[in-house]
């Protein structure tokens, strides 16, 4: 979970914590459906907000970002095991888009699609392809595709280098994530889970104490 989710739970804590102080105060019949609609207004608005949403598509093009990061080594195994049985490079791509049903697959499977019906040439549909998923790892992909299809040099051999190279970073990547991950939860921790959490314990029991006294 990243910040802007810890920010985003802590939010709908807090209000879900204001809304069971006031429902204390109400009696035991409308209370639950004054928490529910209140719950369901504060969630809509709150995912109106433009910075909101603006979150939203950020994360959900960094989840697909990784998604593709994560399962290209699969492609370059498969697609080197298919040039090294002596299947070319459209009938090992077309393997690896048959057997998978992820993000990257069908993207793959519409490029090819583009450059067999003469759209565009294979370059450039892999070039526009690494560009649209913005993956750094595509890009080199698309370059080394590029020059061993053009030079004549051996694909396979690229190819498997390139999973390696990809296999070493990701497990660098993975390890300085887990070594942020402490501090990037100090901030949303002390700010917003912290007193969220001490009003949805002490809410009831302050409401309780309002309507004795």
């Known amino acids: 979970m990243d910040v802007s989710s810890v920010a985003l739970l802590g939010a709908a804590s807090l209000a879900g914590?204001?809304?069971?102080?006031?429902?204390?105060?109400?009696?035991?019949?409308?209370?639950?459906?004054r928490v529910a609609s209140s719950l369901s207004r504060v969630t809509e608005l709150v995912a109106r907000l433009p910075p909101v949403r603006r979150a939203a598509r950020a994360e959900e093009r960094l989840r697909r970002r990784r998604e593709c990061l994560g399962e290209l080594p699969v492609l370059l195994d498969v697609m080197t095991l298919g040039l090294s049985a002596g299947l070319s490079f459209d009938a090992s791509l077309e393997l690896y888009c048959s057997?998978?049903?992820n993000v990257l697959a069908r993207a793959f499977s519409e490029?090819?699609?583009?450059?067999?019906?003469?759209?565009?040439?294979?370059?450039?549909?892999l070039w526009e392809l690494a560009e649209e998923l913005d993956v750094t790892a595509l890009r080199r992909f698309a370059s080394v595709v590029g020059e061993s299809l053009a030079f004549g040099t051996p694909l396979a051999e690229a190819l498997e280098r390139q999973a390696q190279t990809m296999r070493e970073e990701q497990r660098s990547?993975?390890?300085?994530?887990?070594?942020?991950?402490?501090?990037?939860?100090?901030?949303?921790?002390?700010?917003?889970?912290?007193?969220?959490?001490?009003?949805?314990i002490l809410g009831p029991l302050l409401g309780s104490a309002v309507m004795v006294g």
């Open 17 to 33: 914590a204001c809304s069971v102080m006031a429902a204390s105060r109400l009696p035991r019949r409308t209370s639950r459906r």
């Open 99 to 101: 057997r998978y049903g």
């Open 111 to 125: 490029a090819m699609l583009s450059w067999r019906i003469g759209a565009v040439s294979r370059e450039t549909a």
């Open 173 to 200: 990547q993975v390890e300085e994530e887990i070594e942020r991950v402490p501090v990037k939860m100090l901030v949303p921790l002390g700010t917003l889970i912290v007193p969220a959490m001490f009003l949805a």
